[in-house]
């Protein structure tokens, strides 16, 4: 079978979706309400033919002057002007009905001007519904056939532009009869999210190849055009959908003198570990330790924060010891760090596929899933398809994980991770958690599952020492040394520990 020709837009991460590209001839239509983005992504669509892939291109217009297109233009760099002083853009102002004449006579002035500059590709901006000239006396369909015809004729792969009128992201009106006629169809919508608004492009046909179905979020981003980031929920290769952690030897250490005992020596390579309790009881502490012995071992470390600014978690780690901006400096931690406020999450999780798949990290830290929770909801899908897409992500790149989860309750706890149910993607699970006893309040630690190892579910009590860092404490002490060791109570994990009878 012979292989496809397809046109590559060059418009970041619009291929990928598109499977390749468009089909070469296709005809495809860009529809829209106003604002959605439609012209910026024609315009782009030409610029990068015509300066990445060595194919000229027409750009018709009907309603903008070209004047005011190319100060647009500008704002990305895309300085059109030159290209047409090059042979390799025209830029044609006109009506309708001109056009479409244009398109049917065989001496046709702007054909031989797409001739004369090898035109390959055509952006036309744009056309209301049905209104190619038509006078009542045909089907309108008719004359977007007449278009159709003229542009295969010419072995012009275009993008038309279709006004629609929509509402918070609902088109109000029927479909228009050129969408049954165009090759491809593209919908860009303005989608609300709370007070703010979020863009979106579907492919909702394209005909001749296999693509990306849903809605996929995008950026207008200044100096360089549109940006488009694959849906969170789309299936990747199968690489990444088969990927484990498949190493029963090699170990990474937690970086905590103690801990590394309860967990049978460390986590596996490639693991997903949770490290759930309430707000202060050193989960951050635990995450900080564990970049810090990656970095002392010459492994690179991500540690990616919503919760906290880098100056923060700076700040935090020298507090107890660790020179984490050395450790940035060497190149052996990078720290990313994405307000919550108003999270695109398709975008987020972009970011972090680029960071891992360039920075290549052997650890990585998340802090925290909460905060995730809270911008994303806990109740829908989108939390746990997004949580499920970064477990895979770090598994495919055999990254050693850790995300903290923030367990509100702190004497007592009904549920592990309360409304998030994701426990069952993680292969460990650590709980942190204060134990009242007496007027004191101390913090005990329990490994309470890991995959592929044994575990003894003890609690140890730990603490935390101004310039040292988190500590697990042996679990024997000697009978003089107060406090009572964890050993002398039951009922830890209950918050509700008695003493044992002397002797038992």
Not at 66 to 72: A, L, M, V
Not at 317 to 346: F, H, K, N, W
Not at 380 to 385: A, E, H, I, P, S
Request: net charge negative; with cysteine; proline share 5%.
């Amino acid at each position: 079978m012979a292989e496809r020709d397809f046109v590559k837009t060059g418009i970041k991460g619009l291929d990928a979706i598109l499977g390749g590209g468009i089909p070469r001839g296709n005809l495809a239509l860009v529809e829209g309400a106003v604002g959605t983005g439609k012209s910026t992504l024609g315009a782009e669509f030409v610029f990068r033919g015509a300066t990445e892939f060595h194919e000229p291109g027409l750009i018709v217009l009907f309603e903008v002057s070209p004047d005011k297109f190319i100060r647009d233009a500008a704002r990305f760099g895309w300085d059109l002007p030159e290209l047409e002083r090059q042979g390799r853009l025209k830029m044609v102002f006109t009506t309708r009905s001109v056009f479409q004449q244009e398109l049917q006579q065989a001496d046709s002035l702007l054909l031989d001007e797409a001739g004369k500059i090898g035109a390959r590709r055509i952006f036309i901006d744009s056309f209301g519904q049905l209104a190619l000239g038509n006078d009542g006396s045909r089907d309108p369909r008719d004359d977007f056939h007449i278009l159709a015809e003229g542009l295969h004729r010419e072995n012009l792969t275009a993008m038309l532009v279709l006004e629609v009128v929509a509402q918070d992201g609902v088109r109000l009106a029927a479909p228009a009869p050129e969408e049954f006629i165009a090759d491809t169809v593209m919908r860009l919508r303005l989608e609300p999210l709370e007070r703010a608004v979020q863009r979106s492009i579907e492919i909702v046909k394209s005909r001749g190849h296999e693509y990306q179905m849903g809605r996929h979020s995008f950026r207008i981003v200044d100096g360089q055009g549109l940006e488009v980031y694959r849906r969170v929920q789309a299936p990747r290769d199968t690489t990444r959908e088969l990927a484990a952690s498949f190493d029963p030897t090699t170990r990474i250490s937690s970086g905590i003198p103690g801990l590394d005992e309860m967990l049978s020596g460390g986590y596996f390579v490639g693991s997903t570990t949770l490290v759930v309790g309430i707000s202060g009881v050193g989960k951050s502490v635990m995450s900080l330790h564990y970049a810090a012995e990656g970095a002392r071992l010459g492994e690179r470390g991500l540690m990616l924060t919503l919760d906290e600014p880098p100056a923060q978690v700076l700040r935090n780690a020298a507090s107890i010891g660790i020179d984490l901006q050395a450790a940035i400096d060497r190149g052996t931690v990078q720290l990313y760090y994405d307000p919550p406020q108003e999270m695109e999450i398709d975008r987020h999780f972009h970011r972090i596929e680029q960071i891992v798949r360039e920075f290549k990290p052997t650890r990585a830290v998340i802090d925290s899933l909460s905060t995730y929770g809270s911008s994303l909801g806990p109740a829908g899908r989108t939390f746990r398809d997004f949580f499920h897409a970064l477990v895979a992500l770090m598994k495919e790149h055999q990254v050693t994980a850790i995300y903290n989860h923030e367990n509100p309750e702190m004497f007592g706890m009904s549920s592990m991770m309360g409304d998030y149910g994701v426990s069952s993607l993680v292969d460990n699970i650590i709980l942190l958690n204060w134990v009242e006893l007496g007027d004191v309040s101390r913090l005990a630690v329990t490994v309470t599952k890991m995959r592929g190892g044994p575990i003894s579910r003890v609690t140890r009590e730990c603490e935390v020492v101004d310039g040292v860092g988190m500590r697990v404490l042996a679990r024997t002490i000697s009978p003089n040394v107060q406090p009572t060791p964890f050993a002398g109570y039951h009922g830890l994990l209950a918050r509700s520990p008695e003493r044992r009878p002397s002797g038992s």
